[in-house]
């Protein structure tokens, strides 16, 4: 059974940093890309940012771009770093978990696995 599991979440002021943390479980990691997304209240959950499932490289969303960093560890736990946060940060953030994908996933539609979301609030 695949559960992912965000953790880190929490109520931060403009300018500072947050590192969320997605735990996997049930999954066979090195073939998994990920991704995380956002969804702020009456709004589309968006797209933040992916790595490969190789690990080799990432993407991310132009509003996060340079502030925010995905990186992955051996141990089936991905990372999004946030530094410089921003009010329009807030939102609740999820991971994602696309199987037997050595690439990027983008598209929030193929990915297969999510977790519950953790709360990210910023205070201006």
């Known amino acids: 059974q695949v559960q992912l599991v965000e953790s880190g979440g929490g109520l931060v002021q403009a300018g500072g940093s947050l590192r969320l943390s997605c735990a996997t479980s049930?999954?066979?990691?090195?073939?998994?890309?990920m991704g995380w997304f956002r969804q702020a209240p009456g709004k589309e959950r968006q797209f933040v940012g992916a790595?490969?499932?190789?690990?080799?490289?990432t993407s991310y969303a132009d509003s996060v771009k340079g502030r925010f960093t995905i990186s992955r560890d051996t141990k089936n736990t991905v990372y999004l770093q946030m530094n410089s946060v921003k009010p329009e940060d807030t939102a609740v953030y999820y991971c994602?978990?696309?199987?037997?994908?050595?690439?990027?996933?983008?598209?929030?539609?193929?990915?297969?696995?999510w977790g519950q979301g953790t709360q990210v609030t910023v205070s201006s």
């Open positions: 994602a978990a696309k199987p037997r994908s050595p690439f990027l996933v983008l598209s929030k539609s193929l990915y297969e696995y």
């Open positions: 049930g999954i066979t990691y090195s073939t998994y890309a």
């Open positions: 790595i490969a499932g190789s690990g080799a490289s």
